[in-house]
């Protein structure tokens, strides 16, 4: 595979979990709880990714909503873990310095007509 052709390749589409303790006191081992006491890889679960976030929390990423759902429901089974599904949105976008007088239609017309490529995809 060349380097243009990587870089081409669009993402997998994940889905994810967020996995929390049910105790506070626990905050920031969540990661090591999941290890120990979850063990997706005796669940035959398959992770893409795994991040820490800044409340102690850590989000799981599987490629499968079965997996993601096998998860879910192992870790709700848990006595110190619980888990939340993230629902992933659309992407938004603000403009700034747009003429308050232009329309929405006329706007959205701007924007496609310079945009042809999106449009197609």
Not at 58 to 74: A, H, M, S
Not at 88 to 100: A, Y
């Amino acid at each position: 595979m060349t380097y243009a052709k990587a870089v081409s390749k669009k993402p997998e589409q994940t889905f994810a979990i967020k996995i929390s303790t049910k105790n506070s006191k626990d905050i920031g081992q969540v990661e090591q709880l999941l290890k120990t006491n979850i063990q997706p890889s005796k669940l035959n679960v398959p992770i893409a990714k795994v991040k820490k976030i800044k409340t102690g929390e850590v989000i799981v990423e599987c490629i499968n909503k079965k997996d993601v759902e096998k998860l879910k429901t192992v870790v709700d089974t848990s006595k110190e873990l619980k888990s939340k599904e993230i629902i992933k949105g659309s992407p938004r976008v603000i403009l700034n310095k747009i003429d308050k007088n232009l329309d929405k239609t006329k706007l959205i017309e701007v924007i496609c007509k310079n945009n042809k490529d999106l449009i197609e995809a």
